[in-house]
């Protein structure tokens, strides 16, 4: 059973940092490409960073230079630095493949997400 687990998220001042953290299980963690999704309020969810598996990065050009995406293969875990944030990244975040992973032809598995919000 395939498993996403975000946790990290929370209230901080425009400026503050947050480090995020999911751990995966039920999947060959090391050969997929990995991503942080974000959903703002009355958006569509968007993925602003990935991290392939062999540990190239790539970001939206939104958080470029302010956020950092990470991995550990050995803790099925994947991680993304927040830095300098800014209140257009209050959303919920999300780890998942790239693209999203597949409960079935119909529907994607997604974890619970975590809450940034962004006070300015």
């Known amino acids: 059973q395939v498993q996403l687990v975000e946790s990290g998220g929370g209230l901080v001042q425009a400026g503050g940092s947050l480090r995020l953290s999911c751990v995966v299980s039920?999947?060959?963690?090391?050969?997929?490409?990995m991503g942080w999704y974000r959903r703002a309020p009355g958006k569509q969810r968007e993925l602003v960073a990935q991290?392939?598996?062999?540990?190239?990065?790539n970001y939206v050009d939104s958080v470029k230079g302010r956020f950092t995406v990470s991995r550990d293969n050995g803790k099925n875990s994947v991680y993304l630095q927040m830095n300098s944030l800014k209140p257009e990244d209050t959303a919920v975040y999300y780890c998942n493949t790239v693209p999203p992973w597949r409960r079935d032809a119909s529907n994607e598995l997604w974890g619970q997400g975590t809450q940034v919000t962004v006070s300015s």
């Open positions: 991290i392939s598996s062999g540990g190239s990065s």
């Open positions: 039920g999947i060959f963690f090391r050969t997929n490409t």
